[in-house]
């Protein structure tokens, strides 16, 4: 089992918390590209590549517009169809052309259908007190196995009666089976609200 991911989240006392989480698998999927566009936003030509909305991607291999070839960067997939990609923040329109070849390049969504998940939210690691639970039993997390996300909410209301300066937060993923998967985890700093 690998660790879990550690992100740091900022809390707008007062505001909606909204936060999207994609879970990628170890697995590499490698898809041939046919086509790309001397365009903004750049179209990438992939047959059947499978990438949902919002997954990052890189390129590799590309001949002609060597600009996109990278094995570090990554771009988010803004849009898709069946065989193309539209990836928003690159403007291609000054890169060289396309003549051939290339991959795109993008870890497997893990398949979320029989998992649920939870978090807490507390003061501290050892602490006994919970200042939050989330869950997909009481909607605080959505998961979306078509979209690939992991939607995690916190009303305003609820957000509002915030009064810590500093807090830590897990999530964990449960199998149907039982199989608890510590997904990510770290710290939270609110932010006190001026309009209220």
């Known amino acids: ?20 989480l994609r879970w990628e698998s170890a697995v590499k999927i490698y898809v041939a590209i046919t ?3 001397k365009s903004a936003p750049i179209v990438v030509t992939a047959p059947a590549h499978g990438i ?11 001949a002609g517009m060597t600009d996109l070839n990278s094995d570090s960067t990554y771009h988010q997939v803004s849009s898709v169809t069946t065989d193309t990609i539209t990836i928003n923040s690159v403007n291609s329109l000054g ?30 690691v050892d602490s006994s007190d919970i200042i939050l639970e989330l869950t997909t039993e009481n909607s605080g997390i959505v998961i979306d196995n078509i979209k690939k996300t992991i939607a ?25 089976g039982g199989q608890v998967t ?8 609110l932010v006190k609200e001026v309009t209220r």
Not at 153 to 176: H, R
């Open 1 to 20: 089992m690998s660790a879990p991911a550690k992100l740091n989240f900022k809390i707008y006392q007062g505001a909606t918390f909204n936060e999207v």
């Open 35 to 37: 086509d790309i566009t």
């Open 52 to 62: 949902p909305v919002e997954w990052r991607v890189k390129f590799t291999n590309i």
């Open 95 to 124: 890169f060289k052309s396309y003549t051939t070849g290339g991959v795109v390049e993008y870890n497997k969504p893990v398949d979320t259908a029989d998992y649920t998940a939870r978090m807490q939210i507390r003061t501290k």
């Open 152 to 176: 995690l909410n916190i009303p305003a209301i609820t957000t509002a009666g915030f009064t810590f300066s500093t807090a830590v937060y897990s999530l964990e993923m449960v199998s149907s």
């Open 182 to 189: 510590p997904f990510v985890g770290g710290n939270l700093t």
